[in-house]
């Protein structure tokens, strides 16, 4: 039998690639276990650990991205977002828990630190360039540089 390296499905050694994946070539049962990859209808035996959490899904989108472009397997979940969360931490917005299997752990902590920087860095360019068209908006003209 064949896998998919994307997405895990199982098909028969005369087929070479994935019909969900386009352009991912299929690869033996070995190969998968190589690459640490679950293998269908085996256990997954791999164990996951937090390595960061996300205020809201587009932040964790990212970085779940930022994480599949390093081929580094990774899910999220939401970690707070019960009636009980609201009352006892007063936040009614969920948190995303930021998953990895334990050996990629150290990487992925690393991809998201500096992908949190990327952000913070647009960041602060937007709010500085909202600033500045407000100002222009209003009629405001900045004094010539001295």
């Not at 085996?42 to 205020?55: L, N, Y």
């Not at 936040?91 to 050996?103: D, H, Q, R, S, T």
């Not at 902590?109 to 222009?136: F, G, P, S, V, Y």
Request: proline share 7%; with cysteine; aromatic share 6%.
């Amino acid at each position: 039998m064949k896998y998919c390296v994307e997405c895990g499905s199982e098909y028969q050694d005369s087929v070479t690639a994935c019909a969900d994946c386009p352009g991912v070539q299929l690869v033996d049962k070995e190969t998968m276990r190589e690459r640490g990859l679950p293998v269908a209808n085996e256990r997954d035996t791999r164990q996951f650990v937090r390595v960061g959490t996300a205020e809201d899904p587009l932040t964790a989108e990212d970085y779940v991205q930022v994480l599949e472009a390093a081929r580094v397997p990774v899910f999220t979940r939401p970690g707070r977002a019960g009636s009980v969360d609201a009352l006892t931490t007063g936040n009614v917005m969920p948190w995303w828990e930021i998953l990895v299997p334990v050996e990629h752990s150290a990487r992925a902590i690393e991809l998201i630190a500096r992908e949190k920087d990327n952000l913070q860095a647009t960041e602060a360019e937007a709010i500085r360039a909202a600033e500045e068209e407000e100002l222009e908006s209003e009629g405001y003209t900045a004094p010539p540089p001295a």
